[in-house]
């Protein structure tokens, strides 16, 4: 039985951001942000990534994630009718 949950912001046949919460292996309790089909920003257990690539841990960690959850935000209110 799959625990993902996924969240459709706004259904469109062209844009259509998810969230998507899921509980499943190889990579469990990750919330991962998609901006149509691809994926955007992935909060996971072992870090954090965007777009597919994982960031260093460092000083700018927190500026990459922001920056990609607030483009996220930015897309999908530019999708709404």
Known sequence: MSTNTTFRYRDSP?????????????????VTFYVGDKELLKLSNDGFYVRGKKLDVDDNEAEHVYKAFREFLIWSALIRN
Request: hydrophobic residues 45%; neutral net charge.
């Open 14 to 30: 062209v844009l259509n951001p998810i969230i998507q919460v899921g509980a499943n292996t190889p990579a469990p309790a990750n």
